[in-house]
């Protein structure tokens, strides 16, 4: 029998001659690989830069425990340029564990160099020196604080990691936030893998070659006879291997700028996901070759489709406990069930860990557990209601379109309730509220895995954030401030405020006007939130005094138009933008002053009317003198989360104007 394999590439790149010769060898480090200068007039912004990063991925058969695994190595150098880059002298090495077992990081070495007059110092790192930290999802990380690092620093790093997971075959990160010199990634896949590969990047890879061979395989597989397990059998075969080499040098750093969701959705990388395996006298195995493939594959995980099975049981009592006729009052309860009982541990989780009962009777959970739960507690209630997977906003969003099991790392729950739009939930938050999802959740797209619902979810449906702010104000002769403050959020800006309530008092909601004015605040009330016609609210009073607010000079008094909303400064300073701007959520600001002036005072100066709009941007104030006061209202508005990286200059613009009709004053005379 012929194997054959097969990697779909998305994209299709003219392959350069680049040097095969490794950028630097590791272990050997000269006096002119310490000229810190030679970098910092190279790149002279910079806080550090990456010489050289290479990884090569094999293919092995491993007889103890009757698997195949990659090997993953990796080697990089790379040199402090500023104290600002101090901080890479932290490291980290991600690695996978689940109940079946846990990724091995071997061969571990790690040196800092420093030039000390005219001797090369070396300071060596051991492996006993990391430390193990949780990421969720079933990842982790050994990390390490590299002693002796210096402005300066040559810092190399070479580890293995030995995986059974072929489903996690590590993926490529060319680009970074610091420049790079080189970047290369070599993988030799045998053909009894087939994998989705897909890259992504704002650049063109210098290097996109392949080339195949025969590779001689002995693996031992069991053989099943009349039911009873034999020893197992050795085979020896030749299949086809290929071999690919990616390659990209001397690429500048992608800095994070103002309005960015994760930069590492835009840093140049190559991802991996496995569709299908296919042994000598099997069956092929289809994970991801349609979403059915992967729908099949995670309602028969055991984490997974097998937990929301037993949750079913489990909650069967809490179903018992809500004996409302209203289904939408039915939902509100069997979301506050699930939170009273089970409290989120900070875990962003795809899969379950433990049993449901094992959940409640603890009273904690990751994301999964919780929302499963949730999920199976909606239908016990006779409520349509389904798992949505989704990627966290830190995750990062999902690398394409085509069916995935690996890139999840969250979960909540849907509802769909007869005659209404289907409501998403999420009973991890402070104060979950049925139809919203906290900002972590919201990430472009998740995907409904069911039996017989297979589809994608819009995550950003229910995302407006309303804040209104009333001043009632008096200003005395002396330009002191002094009134009350009512906010009001409404929706999904009410949402919001709720999840903050619990870590801080009801001062943090004004840090940023107490900070911006100076202001003195007394008599703060915060009104419970107010679920009245599906309109969420949370309304926030306080009364204040602000010192000497006003400039006097020669009998007059001048303060900003818009007061203390004024904003004056643009945050896109920037000539241009590679990505996108993603904002948190559509937005609508709006606020009203009633001024009060002393007495026998008059406006002597009074800004006009200002409009503009830009796309579904639009701002406009207005500026109106009434009997001894002044009414001063403005509205700012964006109906949009992203700007496109090519409509930036035009947005910026637009965001000057906006600066600009925020710069008028009033002035006063007495």
Not at 36 to 54: L, M, Q, S, T, W
Not at 284 to 299: K, M
Not at 476 to 494: H, Q, S
Not at 619 to 628: A, I, P, S, T, V
Request: glycine share 6%.
């Amino acid at each position: 029998m012929k194997f054959f394999f097969f990697i779909i590439l998305l994209f299709f790149l003219q392959s350069n001659l680049i040097s095969n010769s490794p950028p630097f060898e590791f272990g050997k480090v000269s006096q002119e690989d310490l000229e810190v200068e030679y970098f910092r007039n190279k790149y002279p912004d910079e806080p550090a830069v990456i010489i050289g990063d290479i990884a090569d991925c094999r293919f092995t058969f491993n007889n103890n425990s009757g698997r195949f695994q990659f090997v993953f190595v990796r080697k990089i150098r790379f040199m402090v340029l500023k104290e600002e880059g101090l901080g890479y002298g932290d490291f980290s090495i991600p690695f996978y564990e689940s109940a079946n077992g846990r990724e091995e990081i071997l061969r571990f070495r790690a040196h800092v160099y420093n030039l000390d007059g005219n001797r090369v110092n070396r300071t060596r790192i051991r492996p006993r020196q990391g430390f193990e930290n949780d990421l969720g999802n079933n990842w982790k990380e050994l990390v390490f604080a590299f002693p002796d690092v210096r402005v300066g620093s040559l810092i190399e790093v070479r580890y293995e990691i030995v995986s059974d997971y072929l489903f996690n075959m590590r993926s490529w990160r060319f680009q970074h936030e610091i420049p790079i010199m080189h970047s290369e990634y070599n993988v030799n896949l045998p053909s009894f893998f087939l994998y989705m590969a897909r890259f992504k990047g704002l650049f063109e890879l210098d290097v996109n070659e392949q080339t195949s061979s025969l590779q001689n395989f002995r693996y031992t597989r069991q053989i099943t006879q009349y039911g009873q397990q034999r020893e197992g059998q050795s085979f020896n075969i030749s299949a086809y291997s290929t071999h690919f080499r990616w390659a990209a040098k001397n690429l500048d750093g992608l800095k994070k700028q103002p309005y960015t969701d994760n930069i590492n959705n835009y840093l140049g990388r190559i991802f991996f996901e496995m569709t299908s395996e296919q042994f000598p006298d099997q069956k092929p195995i289809h994970y991801t070759t349609t979403w059915e493939d992967a729908a099949r594959y995670i309602l028969n995980h055991r984490s997974f489709g097998q937990y929301l099975l037993d949750a079913r049981a489990a909650t069967s009592s809490l179903a018992m406990e809500n004996d409302s006729d209203d289904k939408k009052k039915q939902v509100d309860r069997a979301l506050k069930a699930i939170h009273e009982r089970v409290s989120w541990n900070r875990d962003a989780s795809f899969l379950a860990d433990r049993s449901p009962e094992r959940v409640l009777s603890d009273g904690s959970g990751n994301s999964s557990e919780i929302n499963l739960l949730l999920v199976s507690l909606l239908r016990n209630l006779g409520l349509e209601s389904y798992p949505v997977a989704l990627s966290t906003v830190e995750n990062g969003e999902l690398f394409s379109d085509a069916p995935t099991i690996s890139q999840w790392n969250y979960v909540v729950a849907q509802v769909r309730l007869p005659g209404e739009e289907p409501m998403l939930l999420d009973a991890t938050t402070a104060f979950p509220h049925a139809g919203y999802l906290p900002q972590r959740a919201i990430n472009g797209r998740g995907r409904i895995f069911d039996s017989q619902v297979n589809e994608w979810v819009n995550l950003e449906n229910n995302i407006s954030f309303n804040l209104h702010k009333a001043y009632e104000i008096e200003l005395d002769p002396n330009g002191n401030l002094e009134g009350t403050l009512v906010y009001t959020w409404k929706d999904f800006g009410a949402y919001s405020i709720l999840q903050e309530l619990p870590t801080a008092d009801n001062h943090r909601l004004l840090d940023e006007f107490i900070d911006e004015t100076g202001a003195r605040i007394n008599d703060i009330l915060l009104e419970p939130a107010i679920a009245d016609s599906d309109t969420l609210t949370v309304t926030l009073k306080a009364n204040f005094r602000i010192p000497a607010y006003a400039q006097v000079l020669d009998g007059e008094m001048i303060i900003p138009g818009l007061l203390f909303e004024s904003r004056r400064v643009n945050p896109f300073t920037s000539e241009e933008r590679l990505y996108p701007l993603v904002f948190p959520y559509n937005a609508s600001y709006s606020y009203s002053f009633s001024l009060k002036l002393p007495d026998n005072a008059t406006v002597d100066y009074l800004p006009e009317q200002k409009s503009r709009r830009w796309g579904r941007f639009s701002h406009q104030f207005n500026f109106l003198e009434k009997e001894g006061a002044v009414s001063i209202t403005g509205v700012v508005e964006n109906h949009t989360r992203t700007v496109d990286a090519s409509l930036y200059v035009s947005f910026r613009n637009y965001m000057n104007r906006l600066s600009e009709d925020n710069s008028d004053h009033i002035i006063i005379k007495l």
